[in-house]
């Protein structure tokens, strides 16, 4: 087996993939030192994430923001205390970081949605050459799975 | 055109084909003909004749059939229009394939999806493998008041029967049955009422978005049908294939699909008439289906599904997902996917 892609290694951290392909990986894991480090790396990192606190700002916070908006001399994020500053950093360290990994997880599920319309689809308009495959058939099911790939019921309501 | 112009034609259209020259069911009907010239004949003739007409679809989904009214015209060679009428989730629903584009309306969503053409015209017809199939000669019977010669088709490796009423004078199936070993049947179509010879105006093929409509392209296959070493150099991923292959089956090739997240090898078989597809594609990029009904002999996670003629089955493999689709009966496809990975006996 080569080396497993991040989100695949991601994707066996969540448990988001079939006991096969999880024993697969960690027979992977086992003889490669490099993709152990990555998976450390890549735990750790999730685990860094999962155990940040939102800081709590101090008393004189607001009243300390409302002196500074009195006195528009310096530019507003020299003027910030070091904690607000921190505080910034990790919820944007935290964007970067989930964003990525969430649009990773919905595209897997859409891809597990659409993909049998789509081989449905595709696998019907190979098996046109049949001359005696009804037309009628092959039209309704290409445009049930076009109404499906574009996140549609293909008998009407919202999905 | 008389039924013998119709059958001349064909008899010459065969004679050019060397496969179709070759067995076949050679047995007298009571027309004079053979059941293979009655076959040949119809297979052509979409080629042939204009028809228009209504035409009640019922389709196996799942345990329960569906049906479906709609209005059915055809143009020669190629060209296809399709106007559903009932139930009301599809009512409106308009599709025009010319024979190298298919244009879909749906009405509720003001939206046209413009994709490739779901028949393209080739020389199947001609080389129609009609000695791969059992056939039977069932007699005559009236279909809306024409007289048709009633044939049964079936695959000699095993699978669905077929039916056909076929109009006797232009060669059009004007009812046509599919029968499941084990689902019993599946597929039924006919015709309520049907013109011929009308020379249809192209305009009735010729697509015109309604104002404001959304128009969505469909992601095209990516060119001709390719080796399997081309396509796996092409999605970049290995593509693990069936080492053994039903009866009469043999490899045709693959072209890559996409749409969305979606990159799969479309790899694609074929017995002169039938075509299996397996779609595989890195695991990674699927999460769990949740579609069909379960399937233990390939694991957990595989899932199967019935649309009228085809059965789909999915399933995971070492770091893959894979798909099967063909006509053929679910125990067979299922027998073809735990194929997939192993060693030819």
Avoid at chain 1, 93 to 116: F, K, M, S, W, Y
Avoid at chain 2, 22 to 45: C, F, S, Y
Avoid at chain 2, 77 to 90: I, Y
Avoid at chain 2, 155 to 170: H, S, V
Wanted: one cysteine or more.
């Amino acid at each position: 087996m080569s080396h497993p892609f991040e989100r695949e290694l991601s994707a066996y951290l969540d448990a988001e993939i079939s006991p096969a392909e999880a024993d697969e990986i960690r027979r992977h894991l086992d003889g490669c030192p490099s993709c152990q480090t990555r998976l450390e790396a890549f735990r750790e990192t999730k685990r860094l994430l999962g155990a940040l606190d939102a800081p709590a700002p101090p008393p004189d916070f607001e009243a300390g923001v409302l002196a500074k908006l009195a006195q528009p001399t310096r530019p507003w994020w020299l003027g910030r205390p070091r904690p607000t500053l921190a505080l910034a950093a990790a919820a944007l360290a935290v964007v970067l970081v989930a964003v990525p990994i969430v649009r990773d997880h919905q595209t897997r599920l859409r891809a597990a949605e659409v993909g049998p319309d789509l081989f449905m689809r595709a696998a019907v308009q190979s098996a046109a050459e049949d001359p005696f495959l009804d037309r009628a058939y092959i039209g309704l099911v290409s445009t049930d799975a076009n109404l499906r790939l574009a996140g549609e019921d293909p008998r009407g309501g919202r999905r | 055109m008389s039924w013998l112009a119709l059958l001349a034609l064909a008899a010459v259209l065969t004679t050019a084909a060397p496969v179709a020259s070759q067995t076949g069911p050679r047995q007298p009907t009571p027309d004079g003909v053979t059941i293979e010239q009655v076959v040949r004949h119809a297979a052509l003739a979409p080629q042939i004749v204009d028809y228009e007409g209504t035409k009640i679809l019922s389709v196996l989904r799942g345990a329960e059939m569906e049906t479906v009214t709609l209005n059915e015209a055809h143009k020669r060679p190629a060209r296809t229009r399709l106007d559903f009428l009932s139930p009301e989730g599809v009512a409106g629903r308009i599709l025009i394939d010319d024979g190298l584009q298919a244009w879909h309306y749906e009405p509720r969503l003001h939206m046209v999806f413009v994709g490739p053409s779901l028949g393209p015209m080739t020389d199947a017809p001609l080389s129609f493998p009609i000695e791969r199939y059992g056939a039977r000669w069932l007699g005559t019977e009236e279909v809306i008041g024409r007289p048709t010669a009633v044939i049964s088709l079936w695959p000699r490796a095993g699978g669905r029967e077929r039916r056909l009423w076929i109009d006797r004078t232009t060669g059009v199936a004007l009812r046509v049955e599919e029968r499941d070993p084990a689902d019993g049947l599946v597929l039924t179509a006919y015709f309520t009422r049907i013109s011929f010879g009308l020379n249809l105006p192209p305009a009735l093929f010729q697509p015109r978005p309604p104002a404001g409509a959304r128009i969505v392209t469909q992601a095209e296959v990516t060119g001709p049908v390719l080796p399997l070493a081309v396509l796996e150099r092409g999605v970049g991923f290995p593509v693990r294939v069936p080492q053994t292959l039903p009866g009469g089956f043999a490899l045709l090739g693959g072209v890559p699909v996409r749409d969305g997240p979606v990159l799969a090898a479309h790899v694609q078989y074929s017995d002169g008439a039938r075509v299996i597809s397996l779609f595989v594609a890195p695991a990674g990029r699927f999460g769990p289906s949740g579609r069909g009904d379960a399937v233990a002999a390939l694991g957990p996670g595989a899932r199967t599904a019935v649309v009228g003629s085809m059965r789909l089955v999915l399933w995971d493999g070492p770091r893959t997902r894979l798909t099967l689709v063909g006509p053929l009966p679910l125990a067979e496809l299922i027998a073809l996917a735990s194929a997939v990975g192993k060693a030819a006996p």
